[in-house]
């Protein structure tokens, strides 16, 4: 029996130390590598084969350089506006998300950008606890080994934005006909508005309920001045990117 129980132990520390160094060499990685694949698209083609219908997934990676600063404040204004401030969770969201679902409001989550990245990238969809700490452990790597500007950057070319839709490059030709570097406001606004559900909203031609949400987004890029100043909450000692 023990000798069972030893063989047993033995094999949950080697998966847990091979998770742990395959966690951290991957994102290592992908800080500087193209993310050309995530497990929501394998997902999402699955479903679409079972379905009987065709394989439907438009995803052109493209660097931050090539996204309209824009559609950057655009869905941080929408998903996340502490965003340059905290440190992958924003603690105040949780709070304020679970609080609204306890007063039996439609359920909302307290995901941050960089959870959802980290979501989108490394795991799989769901609400489970052992997702949820998958989560937190990714979001904390992301965090240390990342900077704010790499996670845009990974956030606007691997989420979804439409039916079979994938990153920002994607959804821009997919809605407005015109690469991602050219959106205007309205039309970053736009896309923002419908991540909440990318599936079943649309950008445009616009619903009374997205045209309400671009509104509110539009308002609240007019709050942060109409631009995202990835260099504003950075430490002291940390080098500006402007001053390179």
């Not at 050309?36 to 995803?59: C, N, S, W």
């Not at 950057?72 to 506006?81: G, I, K, M, P, R």
């Not at 995202?228 to 950075?234: G, H, I, S």
Request: hydrophobic share 40%; with cysteine; net charge positive.
């Amino acid at each position: 029996m023990r000798k069972i129980v030893g063989r047993i132990w033995t094999i949950l520390w080697k998966t847990c130390m091979a998770f742990f160094i395959l966690s951290i060499v991957s994102v290592i990685v992908y800080r500087w590598v193209p993310v050309p694949i995530t497990p929501l698209m394998v997902i999402r083609d699955v479903e679409q084969m079972a379905d009987g219908k065709g394989v439907v997934m438009e995803h052109d990676w493209v660097p931050l350089e090539e996204i309209s600063p824009k559609l950057q404040l655009a869905v941080v204004c929408s998903e996340d506006q502490n965003y340059l401030k905290h440190f992958g969770v924003d603690w105040g969201a949780v709070q304020k998300a679970m609080k609204e679902n306890e007063k039996g409001k439609r359920l909302r989550g307290g995901s941050t950008i960089t959870q959802q990245t980290a979501k989108n990238v490394f795991l799989w969809q769901g609400r489970s606890y052992l997702r949820k700490g998958l989560e937190l452990w990714f979001t904390l790597l992301i965090e240390v080994f990342w900077n704010k500007e790499r996670i845009m950057e990974v956030y606007l070319n691997s989420i979804e934005m439409g039916n079979g839709v994938y990153g920002a490059e994607a959804a821009s030709q997919h809605w407005f006909h015109k690469p991602a570097k050219k959106l205007t406001k309205d039309e970053a606004a736009a896309i923002a508005a419908i991540l909440p559900n990318p599936l079943r909203l649309k950008a445009n031609p616009p619903s009374g309920y997205i045209s309400n949400r671009k509104a509110w987004i539009k308002q609240q890029m007019n709050f942060w001045g109409n631009q995202l100043d990835y260099d504003k909450y950075k430490d002291d000692d940390e080098p500006s990117r402007k001053s390179k």
